[in-house]
């Protein structure tokens, strides 16, 4: 799969086949116009939502690093 830019927004790509970028749900094809499934958003909000997560996860274990850092000067 590789990585294409439609319209300003990255997207993985295998053949004509469209996935959300980095992760396997397909959201529509692509031979010049992008075409998105009808389903497309349900897919989109359970990787935005995942992501998230994710995120917040990852941005309150740095919070928590960068603290202790702070107190061991």
Known sequence: MKTMT???VPFSVSGEAVYIY???FQIGTYNGTLT???EWESHAQGCL????TKLDAA???A???AAE???QQ
């Not at 939502?49 to 998230?52: G, L, V």
């Open 59 to 61: 941005t309150k274990a």
């Open 63 to 65: 919070l928590a690093k």
């Open 6 to 8: 439609i319209q300003g």
């Open 49 to 52: 939502a995942e992501y998230r």
């Open 22 to 24: 980095g992760t396997n």
């Open 69 to 71: 850092l702070q107190l």
């Open 36 to 38: 998105l499934n009808h």
